[in-house]
């Protein structure tokens, strides 16, 4: 199991849809992928879609005040959005989740009004399936780390105590 495709269409930076494929590296390796590029290019907002598409609901945690400051809101040239939507495709030849399904896509759409929902390979479902699927398959909230803008600096300055 393995994230193969991330798609952005209307995030935070991402007006337009913007699509990321990932390899797979050798089955015998263990493989890393990293995202880099200069200050104000979009790598703190990529690792926040996949938070928010995973289902964090803490908007301070996305760096963020209120759900529609995750929706571009447009600049010079380009007209603000109606939604934000992150969807994540996972390969699942390994049958790790308990689906019937060689790839799992999940998605997370909000639109400017409020409406927002889930979909699981283009199904409405809820965060609760969601979660579940995910905490079956061993990718729980305690399983798996999304480094955000800054986030470093306070695991280093921080006491044990804080740590903990």
């Known amino acids: 199991m393995y994230l193969s495709r991330l798609e952005l269409q209307g995030f935070k930076t991402f007006p337009k849809k913007t699509v990321l494929e990932f390899q797979p590296g050798d089955k015998n390796k263990e493989t890393l992928t990293v995202i880099v590029g200069p200050n104000g290019s979009g790598k703190s907002n990529i690792a926040d879609a996949i938070r928010w598409c995973l289902g964090e609901q803490s ?9 529609e400051d995750i929706i571009f809101s447009g600049s010079s040239g380009k007209a603000r959005s109606g939604f934000a939507e992150v969807s994540l495709t996972i390969n699942n030849e390994d049958k790790a989740m308990k689906v019937d399904y060689a790839e799992v896509t999940i998605t997370r759409r909000v639109y400017r009004d409020g409406d927002a929902e889930y979909l699981l390979n283009g199904k ?20 798996y780390s999304v480094i955000g803008q800054g986030m470093i600096d306070h695991v280093l300055t921080s006491s044990p105590e804080e740590r903990k």
Not at 59 to 67: V, Y
Not at 124 to 143: F, K, M, N, P, S
Request: aromatic share 0%; hydrophobic share 40%; no cysteine.
């Open 124 to 143: 409405r479902v809820r965060l609760a399936d969601i979660q579940l699927l995910l905490a079956e398959a061993g990718v729980g909230q305690r399983t």
């Open 59 to 67: 908007m301070k945690q996305l760096r963020g005040k209120k759900t």
